[in-house]
């Protein structure tokens, strides 16, 4: 499943890469270079941090679940039991 950004988004992005990549004085690499870089790193890290956040989600929602049992526990009413005769 690709990653959709915005169009402004990703123009603010690249921009962000591309200030950062000349940073050190190094040659303006320009923006199709940087582009092309950005839409590689998204397209090979996105698989990867989309698995982390649905790790995350699972394990918050597990202890929403957890927690929620626990509640429903403490609603049960003691039963009445007949005395043995």
Sequence with gaps: MPIKIPREDKRI???QLREEMTKEGQEDPGPFVVEHLFDFV???TA????N??????RMVT???CDS???DLYSLERPL???EEE
């Design 13 to 15: 992005l690249i921009e």
């Design 42 to 44: 998204v397209k090979q």
């Design 47 to 50: 698989p990867y941090i989309y």
């Design 52 to 57: 982390m956040a649905v790790q995350d989600a």
């Design 62 to 64: 597990e202890e929403k």
């Design 68 to 70: 929620l049992i626990e």
């Design 80 to 82: 009445l039991r007949r």
